[in-house]
């Protein structure tokens, strides 16, 4: 029988989405615990009776406008360019989130774990942009599965052939356009 050790691991070692998975945990539970003892006198001051009525105190993924969580809000467009740009804006506006947040607050309790998720997120812009990073700056080159996708694009061969052109240092404006004019696709 297989047993994993998972004591000597973190969140670090998770991949992003799986600790963007557990962020939303940590927040459910920051809620729970300070719905749990609601008196219906509070629930109706606070403004949290419309919530109730649907949901009583359970935690239910929603922003606070009150728009429900889909499916709708994750951006995938199958463009690595395009997608880690909305991967760089959607960990900008959690971090914006959690200073929203930290603005609202002063209990200890909510403030620790939300400052916790803000560096993450912090960490998780800068992935994200070392990725935009390195993909930028093999724009050109034949490894390059952005400019040409495999599967639609039949023939066509970026113009990139060593190393030392990847910078774009020796690929010709010339032969940027004889390879675009030979893809069955604008650009």
Same mark, same amino acid.
């Given at each position: 029988?297989?047993?994993?050790?998972? /004591?000597?691991?973190?969140?670090?070692?998770?991949?992003?989405?799986?600790? @963007?998975? +557990?962020?939303? @945990?940590?927040?459910?539970?920051?809620?729970?615990?300070?719905?749990? =003892?609601?008196?219906?006198?509070?629930?109706? @001051?606070?403004?949290?009776? /419309?919530?109730?009525?649907?949901? /009583?105190?359970?935690?239910?993924?929603?922003?606070?406008?009150?728009?429900?969580?889909? +499916?709708?809000?994750?951006?995938?467009?199958?463009?690595?360019?395009?997608?880690? =740009?909305?991967?760089?804006?959607?960990?900008?506006?959690?971090?914006?989130?959690?200073? =929203?947040?930290?603005?609202?607050?002063?209990?200890?309790?909510?403030?620790?774990?939300?400052?916790?998720?803000? +560096?993450?997120?912090?960490?998780?812009?800068?992935?994200?942009? @070392?990725?935009?990073?390195?993909?930028?700056?093999?724009?050109?080159?034949?490894? =390059?599965?952005?400019?040409?996708?495999?599967?639609?694009?039949?023939?066509?061969?970026?113009?990139?052939?060593?190393?030392?052109?990847?910078?774009?240092?020796?690929?010709?404006?010339?032969?940027?356009?004889?390879?675009?004019?030979?893809?069955?696709?604008?650009?």
């Amino acid at each position: 029988m297989l047993v994993r050790d998972f /004591t000597k691991r973190s969140i670090s070692d998770a991949s992003i989405g799986t600790e @963007e998975l +557990a962020h939303i @945990e940590i927040v459910s539970t920051i809620l729970y615990q300070l719905t749990r =003892n609601m008196t219906i006198d509070q629930i109706k @001051e606070s403004g949290f009776d /419309t919530y109730f009525v649907d949901h /009583t105190a359970g935690v239910y993924p929603q922003a606070a406008s009150g728009m429900p969580f889909s +499916a709708a809000t994750l951006q995938s467009t199958g463009d690595v360019i395009a997608d880690l =740009n909305e991967d760089l804006a959607a960990e900008q506006k959690a971090r914006l989130t959690y200073d =929203n947040i930290l603005r609202l607050t002063d209990d200890p309790d909510v403030r620790d774990p939300i400052k916790f998720l803000r +560096a993450r997120e912090i960490i998780h812009y800068q992935r994200f942009a @070392e990725a935009l990073g390195i993909t930028l700056e093999r724009a050109d080159c034949k490894t =390059n599965y952005y400019l040409t996708n495999l599967t639609f694009d039949k023939g066509c061969t970026p113009p990139c052939d060593t190393p030392q052109e990847t910078r774009g240092e020796s690929v010709s404006d010339r032969r940027r356009q004889d390879y675009r004019s030979s893809c069955r696709r604008p650009f």
